[in-house]
């Protein structure tokens, strides 16, 4: 017996074992594959998306902690 981990040690996850099993039946060149890289893709971009929001959110809320709310004005 080796060290080498065997398949089911390397995808112990599920849904990692699916796709995987996905991968090995439709090949590299499938229509199958090339769909869910995009769709990776889409997901991934869609993250960023939320990630991207979250950032403006929170230097928008610092930016206006920073600025004063009120303004003295002298009055003669």
Request: with cysteine; aromatic share 6%.
């Amino acid at each position: 017996m080796t060290d080498e981990p065997t398949r089911d040690d390397a995808v112990s996850c599920p849904v990692g074992r699916f796709f995987s099993d996905l991968d090995r039946m439709f090949g590299k060149g499938s229509e199958f594959r090339t769909h869910m890289t995009r769709s990776r893709i889409e997901f991934l971009k869609a993250v960023r998306t939320i990630v991207d929001q979250g950032i403006a959110h929170l230097e928008k809320k610092d930016s206006d902690e920073t600025d004063p709310k009120m303004t003295r004005i002298e009055v003669d």
